[in-house]
């Protein structure tokens, strides 16, 4: 009886742990856009319009089209088409870092004459690919 009990316990524990380790490990935290030459927080690439952080929410402080730390503000730093900092300016040479929970990085480019950078197509493709991906 008790090695029946015995491998019960062992089963039911392998099974708890294995599906611990598939829940860690199935969540990705968004990847987040930092200012290249500051460091400063822009926010993180999420399509959840309802995270404070996200740049896809229309009343956050890194979605809004009004705050000064969007992307999405065609008039401030970060999203104007005439500034160095901008991802919609085709000629910009500090556009939003992009970094992922692995440290990765690359740069968010909107409208590039640059290779090997984000642009807006990838970008909505990526945001795609993380919904199908969430838990």
């Given at each position: 009886?008790?090695?029946?009990?015995?491998?019960?316990?062992?089963?039911?524990?392998?099974?708890?742990?294995?599906?611990?380790?598939?829940?860690?490990?199935a969540y990705a935290a968004p990847p987040i856009l930092v200012d290249?030459?500051?460091?400063?927080?822009?926010?993180?690439l999420s399509n959840n319009p309802y995270d404070q952080d996200s740049t896809s929410n229309p009343y956050?402080?890194?979605g809004s089209e009004y705050s000064q730390d969007s992307i999405n503000n065609p008039y401030g730093q970060y999203?104007?088409?005439?500034?160095?900092?901008?991802?919609?300016?085709?000629y910009a040479t500090n556009p939003p870092?992009?970094?992922?929970?692995?440290g990765y990085y690359d740069y968010l480019k909107f409208r590039t004459n640059l290779p090997?950078?984000?642009?807006?197509?990838?970008?909505?493709d990526y945001l795609k690919f993380r919904i199908n991906q969430a838990p």
């Amino acid at each position: 009886m008790t090695k029946i009990y015995t491998f019960i316990l062992l089963f039911f524990s392998a099974v708890v742990l294995m599906f611990l380790l598939s829940s860690a490990v199935a969540y990705a935290a968004p990847p987040i856009l930092v200012d290249g030459q500051t460091g400063k927080y822009l926010g993180t690439l999420s399509n959840n319009p309802y995270d404070q952080d996200s740049t896809s929410n229309p009343y956050g402080q890194y979605g809004s089209e009004y705050s000064q730390d969007s992307i999405n503000n065609p008039y401030g730093q970060y999203g104007s088409e005439y500034s160095n900092d901008s991802p919609n300016n085709p000629y910009a040479t500090n556009p939003p870092a992009i970094i992922d929970s692995d440290g990765y990085y690359d740069y968010l480019k909107f409208r590039t004459n640059l290779p090997a950078i984000i642009d807006s197509d990838g970008y909505y493709d990526y945001l795609k690919f993380r919904i199908n991906q969430a838990p």
